[in-house]
T-cell receptor, first 111, second 113 residues
Framework: GENVEQHPSTLSVQEGDSAVIKCTYSDSASNYFPWYKQELGKRPQLIIDIRSNVGEKKDQRIAVTLNKTAKHFSLHITETQPEDSAVYFC??????????FGAGTRLAVHP | EPEVTQTPSHQVTQMGQEVILRCVPISNHLYFYWYRQILGQKVEFLVSFYNNEISEKSEIFDDQFSVERPDGSNFTLKIRSTKLEDSAMYFCARTALSYNEQFFGPGTRLTVL
């Protein structure tokens, strides 16, 4: 079955810097890769996603890239702000439409 | 996109007791899912439900778990005999009308004592 690895587990940046979180997946049949942001005590919130027919997608300060050949995808946050501090999860959708999540990255943005 | 709601927000129970967690989706959604998140860990798939039937279930979803849509609207997850290790956040999720995107409910925090 699908397996998703996520790195780093923690990331600390200064406000205004960029942050990059990377994920790899194992099942080449996976075609949908969402990213979720989870603030303390709250639900995971979908922030951006990408499908296998595109290599990059951008939404304001966040972007996601996908390399299907290498089976990895990344989240890029530019001009980080303190409110970006949260745990970020990548996921891959398998053949049965369920999401397999990475272990999460705790991002801390320091003013 | 409208979200799902979940009740209760927090459930405290004694080990061995049965609990029922509820999810109230919008009726025209197709797929529903239950996920579990143990404190500080990743989100784990439990079960998916399509057209009032289980579509797939994980290894976590053993005989102690069941799902139902008893009245065509509420979507329930039952744990028959809770264990300490069932303590977690339980999230209901549904797909968007455009498919693929899964939106999570606010979750139920289950504490088993």
């Amino acid at each position: 079955g699908e397996n998703v690895e996520q790195h780093p587990s923690t990331l600390s940046v200064q406000e205004g810097d960029s942050a990059v979180i990377k994920c790899t997946y194992s099942d080449s049949a996976s075609n949908y890769f969402p990213w979720y942001k989870q603030e303390l005590g709250k639900r995971p919130q979908l922030i951006i996603d990408i499908r296998s027919n595109v290599g990059e997608k951008k939404d304001q300060r966040i972007a996601v890239t996908l390399n299907k050949t290498a089976k990895h995808f990344s989240l890029h946050i530019t001009e980080t702000q303190p409110e970006d501090s949260a745990v970020y999860f990548c996921a891959a959708e398998d053949d049965y439409n369920k999401l397999i999540f990475g272990a999460g990255t705790r991002l801390a943005v320091h003013p | 996109e409208p979200e799902v709601t979940q009740t209760p927000s927090h459930q405290v129970t004694q080990m061995g007791q049965e609990v029922i967690l509820r999810c109230v989706p919008i009726s025209n959604h197709l797929y529903f899912y239950w996920y579990r998140q143990i404190l500080g860990q990743k989100v784990e798939f439990l079960v998916s439900f399509y057209n009032n039937e289980i579509s797939e279930k994980s290894e976590i979803f053993d005989d102690q778990f069941s799902v139902e849509r008893p009245d065509g609207s509420n979507f329930t997850l039952k744990i028959r005999s809770t264990k300490l290790e069932d303590s977690a956040m339980y999230f209901c999720a549904r797909t968007a009308l455009s498919y693929n995107e899964q939106f999570f409910g606010p979750g139920t925090r289950l504490t088993v004592l």
